[in-house]
């Protein structure tokens, strides 16, 4: 498990119960497919009140809001500039390859 999973998951109380393993499974592709593409990773993920963990990254003026949700999808909104570009819910195979076309929009 990544270090910055194992991290978001010493915040998990009661106000923040833990999530699931789908959820964390995601999480890990997720950070998986950020190193591999080797950008700085400006967020880090945080433990929800619905079980989900989310994350905010930022490359160049792009912002990616990203949630790793219980039913096993992302739920995603993505910002260049603060307007709202794309937004929605894939599972994640899906999603990593949406976040992959936006970031080639943002860093080409």
Known sequence: MHPEIEAALTIVSKKYPAPNAITLQNAEKLLNYIEDINLERTGKFVPTASQSLYMLWSVEDWEFHMECI??????YTFRKGGNEEASGSYPVD???AQLERYLLIGVA
């Open 94 to 96: 899906k999603f990593i």
């Open 70 to 75: 219980k039913n096993g999808r992302i739920l």
